[in-house]
Antibody
Framework: QVQLVESGGGVVQPGRSLRLSCAAS????????LDWVRQAPGKGLEWVTI????????YHADSVKGRFTISRDNAKNSLSLQMNSLRDEDTAVYYC????????????WGQGTLVTVSS | DIVMTQSPLSLPVTPGEPASISCRSS???????????LDWYLQKPGQSPQLLIY???NRASGVPDRFSGSGSGTDFTLKISRVEAEDVGVYFC?????????FGPGSKVDIK
């Protein structure tokens, strides 16, 4: 069964850090781009960041640039998102997504993990 | 950044009837390889989003053929030939031509 499982969400105070992880089962990460997409409560989708299969390409949304870092371990079929200097507006469900081998459309989505930034 | 807009933002539909959603981008999404870097996603209530259409007009695996995508450049359309009850949810367009990638605001489809 194809599955992406995010973990690491929770409640964190503004200015603190949190690390999200994503583990894959039934599908391979190695040859594909990986993204994080988030959705604030009751809002639309916001693309956050992408890392290419070979780690030569990383891009971030302006809203998280300099604060969030994406990383991957192809040997372990895992993806991470290090989130620093968290703000109230970072409160959202964070989805781990696997893309296509040649293009960046988003094929496999995890169930998401909720991050709440609140004092 | 490329700005994506959608219309309508709310679309009540009648089962069996057609439905259409428009998506516009602030810059052309047509790349030199002939593909439009525009994709459509559906988020059903309580679920994660799912890919419907990629590169403007290609149905994703398992997507019923009542869904179709068309358009080029800056104007795109998602059409449902005959709406079924299971099609309710929020439809998002997204551009992946240029980072940062951007989604449209979403179009909520529900049954009249």
């Amino acid at each position: 069964q194809v599955q992406l499982v995010e973990s690491g969400g929770g409640v964190v105070q503004p200015g603190r850090s949190l690390r999200l992880s994503c583990a894959a089962s039934g599908l391979i990460f190695g040859s594909y781009g990986l993204d994080w997409v988030r959705q604030a409560p009751g809002k639309g989708l916001e693309w956050v960041t992408i890392i290419s299969y070979d780690v030569t390409r990383e891009y971030h949304a302006d809203s998280v640039k300099g604060r969030f870092t994406i990383s991957r371990d192809n040997a372990k079929n895992s993806l991470s998102l290090q989130m620093n200097s968290l703000r109230d507006e970072d409160t959202a469900v964070y989805y781990c997504v696997r893309g296509h081998s040649g293009y960046d459309f988003l094929i496999f989505w995890g169930q998401g993990t909720l991050v709440t930034v609140s004092s | 950044d490329i700005v994506m807009t959608q219309s309508p933002l709310s679309l009540p539909v009648t089962p069996g009837e057609p439905a259409s959603i428009s998506c516009r981008s602030s810059q052309s999404l047509l790349y030199s390889n002939g593909y439009n870097f525009l994709d459509w996603y559906l988020q059903k209530p309580g679920q994660s989003p799912q890919l419907l259409i990629y590169l403007g007009s290609n149905r994703a695996s398992g997507v019923p053929d009542r869904f179709s995508g068309s358009g080029s450049g800056t104007d795109f359309t998602l059409k449902i030939s005959r709406v079924e009850a299971e099609d309710v949810g929020v439809y998002f367009c997204m551009q992946t031509l240029q980072a940062p990638f951007t989604f449209g605001p979403g179009s909520k489809v529900d049954i009249k």
